[in-house]
Every structure is written in C-alpha cells, then in structure tokens.
C-alpha cells in the first residue's frame, strides 16, 4: 500500500513537471508573437492616421486656446514623441521576445534539475 501511495505520489510530481513545462514552453512562443501583434498594430497604416489626426487636433486645440505657433508646435511635438516613445518601448520588448530560445533553454534546465531533485528522471528512464 505505500509503494502504491509512493508511485502515485510520484506518478503526480512527473505529471506536475510535465504540466509545467507545457505551461512555460507556451509562454515562452505565445509571448513574443503577442508583442509582435501589439507591434504590428501600433505601427499599422492606420494606426498611423489615428496618430496624425490626434496631433493635428491637440495643434488646433493648442492654437484655438491662443498658444503662440512655436509653443503650440513644440508641445505638439512633444505630445508626439510619447506615442513613438511607446512605440520604441514595444520594439525593444519584441527584440528581448526574440531571445526565447534561450529562455526556453534555461526553463527546460530548471525543470530537469527540479526532476532531478526528486529523482523523477531515473525513474522517467526505467519507464522508457
């Protein structure tokens, strides 16, 4: 009866581990592809418009509130530069993204050394 309740105890923990790294190999593909998306959908011709049109209208809201021009123009500019700072911010997350092979690596070594720990590989062998 212990070796049964000993089995099924470690039968979980392989089952667990298993589980794991489903979870973080998914992770480790659908993230980068998810920044990808938010990327592309920055980025996108319409986007773009959206970008324009808000700049054109905080200007006129600028000019129309009796701003001097090059006051107007500056503010404008920098009310830009937050949706590209966004933007370089998303780049520069995508570009980490694009090292998940490596994560991956590091993840699959973490779990085979938790197995290890509770010498779920030895018996993972004899299984085979």
């Given at each position: 009866m212990l070796e049964?309740?000993?089995?099924?105890?470690?039968?979980?923990?392989?089952e667990e581990?298993?589980?794991?790294?489903?979870?973080?190999?998914?992770?480790?593909?659908?993230?980068?592809?998810?920044?990808?998306n938010i990327i592309a959908s920055v980025f996108s011709e319409e986007a773009g418009r959206n970008m324009g049109k808000a700049a054109a209208a905080f200007y006129k809201e600028l000019k129309d509130s009796g701003l001097p021009n090059d006051l107007?123009?500056?503010m404008t500019e920098d009310y830009m530069k937050t949706f590209t700072g966004?933007?370089?911010?998303?780049?520069r997350i995508g570009k980490v993204g694009s090292l998940?092979?490596?994560i991956q690596v590091k993840i699959e070594d973490k779990i085979a050394?938790?197995?290890?720990?509770?010498d779920l590989v030895e018996s993972d062998k004899e299984d085979r």
């Open positions: 049964r309740k000993a089995k099924n105890r470690e039968k979980s923990s392989k581990a298993e589980e794991v790294k489903e979870i973080l190999s998914a992770v480790s593909t659908e993230i980068p592809a998810l920044i990808k107007a123009l500056k966004f933007g370089d911010i998303l780049k998940s092979p490596a050394e938790k197995m290890k720990e509770k």
